[in-house]
């Protein structure tokens, strides 16, 4: 419920929705050494290695992981900075 | 191989190691020079996989700062190698980046992507092979370093 006077423009939330729903995929691949996808983990997401590594981990194991949710701009960053570092992650929404 | 000083991390590698790895920059620049490279392929996978307009829109957004990115990092290798200077962290990185884009190529080209982790099996067949499993040490070791496992300096 909005407060008494509140105008709420459903355009504004639906973009808020919209830039929300991206997210970035670390694909697994048999040559990146795994102390380095570690290490690209937490320098590119800026996490700590205890995270880092379970994700991946997850990579590894499963194939691939989410490991970005949010907006458009910063997953594109985000892919882009694992492309430079070799590793292979893809974008959709 | 690496060894950490307090102003950076030095290289401390035997002439012949620096030979294997001062030949890393012609190898990067040799990629997609003959069709149908798979080193060209590794270094320039989809970044949307979904939606071909988005992959077509954010590898032109992208691509110029990443070959520029790979070609400092490169450069970054070569003074390093020549000089023996030490480097930053930040250089680090760029050595760092080089070493696993050499071992991406050479994997690529000996079809290791496409075999799967059982290319492993072909290392003492293939030398192109041998030379992914050395990178992958000197990596290793280089890590070590920027994670503060080992080379600090006593």
């Known amino acids: 419920m909005t407060s008494p006077g509140t105008i709420s423009d459903p355009r504004v939330s639906d973009a808020a929705a919209y830039d ?3 997210s970035v ?5 048999p040559v990146n050494l795994m102390d380095y996808v570690v290490f690209v983990f937490q320098t590119v997401l800026g996490v700590d290695a205890r995270k880092a590594t379970k994700l991946m981990l997850e990579v590894h194991n499963e194939g691939k992981s989410a490991v970005f949710s949010g907006l458009r701009e910063r997953a594109e960053s985000i892919a882009a900075r694992m492309h430079s570092h070799g590793l292979w992650a893809t974008v959709s929404r | 191989m690496f060894r950490r000083l307090d ?3 030095v290289i401390e590698v035997t002439d012949q190691e620096a030979g294997f790895l001062s030949q890393i920059p012609s190898l ?3 990629v997609g020079h003959e069709h149908g490279d798979p080193g060209y392929s590794v270094l320039h996978r989809p970044l949307c996989i979904s939606d071909a307009n988005v992959d077509e829109e954010l590898r032109a957004l992208v691509s110029q700062e990443l070959e520029s990115q790979r070609h400092t990092d490169r450069s970054v290798l070569e003074r390093c190698l020549r000089e023996r200077s030490v480097m930053t962290r930040d250089e680090a990185h760029g050595f760092l980046r080089s070493l696993n884009e050499a071992r991406l190529v ?4 000996a079809g290791a992507f496409e075999e799967g982790p059982a290319w492993e099996n072909r290392i003492d067949e293939d030398p ?3 030379v992914v499993a050395w990178l992958g040490y000197v990596q290793s070791e280089l890590l070590s370093v920027l994670n503060g496992d080992a080379g600090t300096k006593p």
């Open chain 2, 106 to 109: 050479l994997a690529a080209r």
């Open chain 2, 28 to 30: 990067l620049d040799s």
């Open chain 2, 7 to 9: 102003d950076g991390i």
């Open chain 2, 128 to 130: 192109s092979l041998a």
């Open chain 1, 25 to 29: 995929v670390v694909w697994d691949d």
């Open chain 1, 20 to 22: 929300r729903a991206w």
